[in-house]
């Protein structure tokens, strides 16, 4: 028999579990909330439960389903990355970031990707399959226990790993209320973003649920013409569509959006390209986050230099859109998304030849 994965369950599934095993309701909040507030693992640290119980825990119930295959530390010790091997022997990667008193983990929701974006290391790989919403807040898990036993605790989680989430929907907003449960970790629906390349459909029932979650959506370029290139799910959802989509969020949720855009040189981070994006954005609550291009294998493009992201953050603000330049964090280990786990997979043999390796 296949064991159920224990993140896979709300607590009323665990209860019914634990129902069909003879177990009063109050076992099930128990487990809980050792795994979800003490950071329990395993069943043999249920200590305060009888062993028979413990010992049917172990048998029909997975509480790792993650193993760790590589991990790897920034040079500055800030940025942790971590690649995951899943029950089937797939990997996705989940990264934790160390920026003053913030503990940000950026998380995956898929195997690779089904959009296909020219300049990303995971579009690059093709579509694997979804991730389960336990594998998505079993990554939470593993890095807020890591944390826990600093003393240390995760601030933010956002969802700008593998995967696009929103193609993931179900699955990503389960792991995301599993995670919010009062009873369980209680990690507040604010504290997450959510990071779309554009799926309308999906956009406009994340506005119809009116969630506390943050969303991001990555545009990387103005007009149809150009970020059709870039991005083919732009030529099934436009960017006057997409746009329209995102000023209606804003005006049903009176939330502020953000934008991504990953500055590469000469195609989409020139003062004309600021100007535009500006033009479209005129009057939305909304912030640019502008990141020079991570490299990639499959690309040729060239990030942007300083200066002339610089020049692009100065253009788009002198035109009212608020812009924030990201700096290139965890580069040395590929921590830009996707990085590693396709280049792993390209290599797969040695792990060990990535730079600044670490391995467990
Ligand atoms: N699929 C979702 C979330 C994961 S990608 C999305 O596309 O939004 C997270 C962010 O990284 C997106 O904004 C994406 O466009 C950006 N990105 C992908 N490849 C990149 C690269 N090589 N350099 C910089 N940003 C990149
Ligand atoms: Fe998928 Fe996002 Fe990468 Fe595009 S940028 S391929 S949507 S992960």
Redesign the pocket.
Known sequence: MSNTLFYDLNLADLTELLAGWGQPAYRAKQIWQGVYKNFWASAEEFSTLPKPLREKMTAELTFEPLTPSLRLDSSDGQTRKTLFRLADGKQVEAVLMRYDKRRTLCISTQVG?A?G?T????GQMGFFRHLSSGEIVAQVMHYARLLHAEGQAVTNVV???????FHNYDNTLAAIDRLNDPDGYHFGARRFTI???GLIPAIERFTREKRQVNL?V?L?AAEDSLREGMMPVNKRYPVRELIRACREYVHATGRRITF?W?LIHGVNDTPEEARKLAALLRGMLCHVNA?P????TG?QGQATTRERAEAFRQTLEENGIPCTIRMRRGIDIQA???QLASRAGETNPDLTTLPTTREL
């Open positions: 990707c959009m974006c300049f990303c290391a995971t969802v700008m790993g593998m995967g696009e989430p990071s779309t390349s991001a990555s990387h991504e990953a990141i291009l991570n490299p990639t690309y830009g998304c996707g």
